[in-house]
């Protein structure tokens, strides 16, 4: 489908099959055979072929531009009117033009007076339409090269999307659930809503009448009168939905945040799941450095003992999709999900189910050093503990409408079933702060006692709470960070250098401070949040960095995906672990402790070797070994019978079979072939089956010569 397309996250310049892009971020339609993609770090592809195969092109720019000119950020979104003449957008307000199909590049001069956060671009009738981050809808009618703003929303909201339908019609929508909309190719706008706080990603039509959007938290409108009203679909998943596209079939597909795919009715009623999510992490908890537990979507909870080099899954009681963790470095570590709590006292190894008094979806837990510990769920309810987790009691009930909390008529209490903005945070063992939806919930008795605030200003875009001090805490939002001084009571906003969502934020102090977000950001301040600054990485990544802590001294930021970022520096420089080269110290005298066992078993075992009997020497069934008189010449033919198989262009499977009389010399055949292979360092079986013809003894005799012959004794360092 136009503007669609499934593409493995790998390393490639060539595929027969799939686009190969490093962290894909755009792609647009020429016509039918042509096409431009586009990825992380300036790598652009183009198909002439229908997307049968891909080129790579680096992004190469003219001469008169200079370095500062040309360090891009990350390209979210390309458009070209023909093959020769494109545009593309990146997520520092750079916007590039080509008129050659890609082999050179320019920056626009003129982004409407300074440059904005772009998020969408399009082409329409040899003309380029862009939106941005404040509301407004660039145009440039000279292939690129100047731009200019045409209109901007009312309380410039930020627009996401725009698609035009004809040459006329096209919309965009954007966040509280703007939707604009013109029938004279965008020179002209008019407002729509769909009366919501929907941050919507994209719309797309079926035809004049039929559309839809899409956006976070899963929810999606659909309209049947060209947009002048819209109605929410029924959909239950809660992964935001990025992308949708019309399909010839007369339904929609529309990509989810964890790829999946979903095929959707015209009217939006009915959901077809096509391809299943990928299983995400949604926590991290670090004891130590190296000493971590994650868990994930699907149920699984996984441990690190090398800092997220390599995760394990653990077996745990209850298989459902979990929601966070705390863990301690006394090794004690707590798991919440869906109505379950799970606890361990062995740093993750072993855990068992506990009780919680009511069945609800938790969404957060924070644990203390003291053991205390406390869980948010749906409601919102509150749950506490004085064990680490092993038995828990209700502090606060869910609300079945809005009303105050307390004595205090000014606290504020709502009802936030289905709230996908949680947060939990316990600054000891008496100041703890809770937020779901637009209800603050805070205590300084341990829970005994609670007082609820309202910010209307979160609703659905609030991230991690971070509290310094009982008065003086933080909260990420959507290219911001809230502030507050009063414990909560109210907030200001701090600018950031990113239009990225901050997820987490971790303070050592009232001063030094880092938040992580989506795209792999990270930002640092010095001075509580007045100044935030971008910090670069040693490994860029599209992941979404959803948890950021001090753990020995270092950072350690942790993504959706799995990535572990660390800095030694205090957030200056960050990069991902590195394996150790060098083995530990105890490792040499293990080592040398083997080699001395090893050389006494050895020498045991020539002290113990005897002559041959006098059976052996009068058994003309026993085979020659390598060295006796061989009379027949057998050990010639076993040497090139040898040659033959360890010849490297020899291939199995192969057999060969020996014919002869009784005692004619195929088993001294087979044993002088064994020795010479044995000789070249191979671990040869030779097997008589002759001797086991019973079927029921057969099998048993085969794996003990396999046990013996094939398989090298502990104490054999070699392995030879």
Not at 55 to 81: K, Q, W, Y
Not at 465 to 473: D, H, I, P
């Amino acid at each position: 489908a136009p503007d669609t397309v499934v593409a493995p996250k790998r390393v490639g310049t060539r595929s027969s099959s799939a686009i190969i892009i490093p962290d894909y971020t755009a792609i647009t339609h020429v016509d039918a055979d042509n096409a431009f993609a586009a990825g992380r770090g300036g790598v652009l592809m183009r198909t002439t072929d229908r997307g049968d195969s891909w080129d790579r092109i680096d992004f190469a720019f003219a001469a008169v531009h200079s370095s500062e000119d040309i360090a891009l950020g990350n390209i979210v979104a390309l458009a070209f009117t023909d093959r020769a003449t494109g545009c593309a957008i990146d997520d520092r307000g750079a916007i590039l033009y080509t008129t050659d199909g890609g082999a050179t590049w320019n920056l626009s001069r003129d982004n409407a007076g300074a440059r904005q956060t772009l998020n969408a671009l399009v082409a329409v009738d040899k003309r380029f339409i862009a939106v941005g981050a404040n509301g407004s809808i660039l145009q440039s009618t000279n292939k690129g090269a100047a731009w200019s703003v045409v209109h901007r929303v009312a309380g410039r909201r930020q627009l996401r999307s725009v698609r035009f339908i004809d040459q006329a019609r096209g919309y965009a929508v954007g966040d509280s659930g703007t939707v604009i909309r013109t029938s004279d190719g965008g020179r002209t706008w008019s407002a729509g809503s769909t009366r919501s706080t929907l941050r919507a990603r994209d719309i797309a039509f079926l035809d004049a009448t039929r559309g839809m959007i899409v956006g976070d938290s899963g929810s999606s409108f659909v309209t049947s009168d060209g947009g002048s009203s819209w109605q929410r679909s029924k959909h239950r998943d809660t992964d935001a939905l990025l992308s949708l596209v019309p399909t010839s079939n007369d339904s929609y597909l529309t990509l989810g945040q964890f790829n999946t795919l979903f095929d959707v009715a015209s009217d939006g009623a009915t959901w077809v799941r096509l391809v299943r999510p990928l299983a995400h992490r949604r926590s991290y908890a670090f004891a130590t450095t190296t000493d971590g537990l994650s868990v994930r979507s699907d149920g699984v909870v996984q441990r690190t003992r090398d800092g997220g080099l390599s995760w394990h899954s653990v077996d745990i009681p209850s298989r459902v999709p979990m929601t966070d963790v705390a863990f301690r470095a006394s090794g004690r570590a707590i798991v919440v999900g869906d109505d379950v709590a799970l606890h361990s006292e062995d740093r993750g190894t072993t855990w068992k189910e506990t009780d919680v008094p009511r069945a609800v979806k938790l969404s957060d837990v924070d644990l203390h050093q003291s053991g205390s510990a406390w869980a948010l769920g749906e409601g919102p309810t509150v749950l506490g503990s004085s064990n680490g987790g092993l038995v828990w009691s209700e502090l606060i009930a869910p609300a079945s409408e809005p009303r105050e909390l307390g004595a205090n008529t000014s606290d504020y209490y709502a009802p936030t079933t289905g709230a996908t903005n949680t947060s939990l945070f316990a600054l000891n063992g008496l100041n703890i702060w809770a937020l779901a939806g637009d209800t603050l919930l805070r205590t300084s008795d341990g829970g005994r006692s609670w007082r609820g605030t309202r910010t209307p200003a979160w609703k659905g875009v609030a991230g991690n709470l971070f509290f310094a001090s009982e008065n003086v805490g933080w909260c990420g939002g959507d290219g911001s960070v809230w502030q507050t001084s009063n414990g909560g009571a109210s907030w200001t906003q701090q600018s950031v250098p990113a239009s990225a969502r901050i997820i987490a934020l971790h303070f050592d102090d009232l001063d030094n401070g880092w938040g992580v977000g989506e795209r792999g950001t990270i930002i640092a301040t010095m001075n509580g949040g007045a100044k935030w600054s971008l910090k670069p990485t040693a490994h860029p990544t599209n992941d979404a960095l959803i948890s950021v802590t001090r753990v020995d001294g270092n950072l350690v930021a942790s993504g959706m995906l799995g990535t572990v970022l660390t800095s030694d520096d205090d957030g200056d420089t960050w990069s991902q672990p590195e394996y150790a080269w060098l083995p530990a110290p105890w490792f040499y005298a293990a080592l040398l402790a083997l080699v001395a066992i090893a050389l006494a078993l050895r020498s045991r075992k020539g002290q113990a070797q005897s002559a041959p009997t006098i059976a052996d020497i009068l058994s003309n069934d026993r085979p020659l070994e390598a060295g006796e008189h061989d009379a027949l010449d057998l050990g010639s033919r076993a040497l090139h019978l040898s040659a033959f198989i360890r010849n490297r262009k020899t291939e199995p499977p192969m057999t060969f079979a020996v014919t002869g009389k009784w005692g004619s010399g195929k088993s001294s055949l087979m044993n002088l072939l064994k020795s010479d292979l044995v000789r070249h360092g191979h671990r040869p079986v030779w097997f008589n089956a002759w001797h086991h013809q019973g079927e029921q003894h057969l099998l048993a005799a085969l794996f003990e010569n396999v046990r013996r012959q094939a398989i090298p004794p502990i104490a054999n360092l070699l392995g030879a």
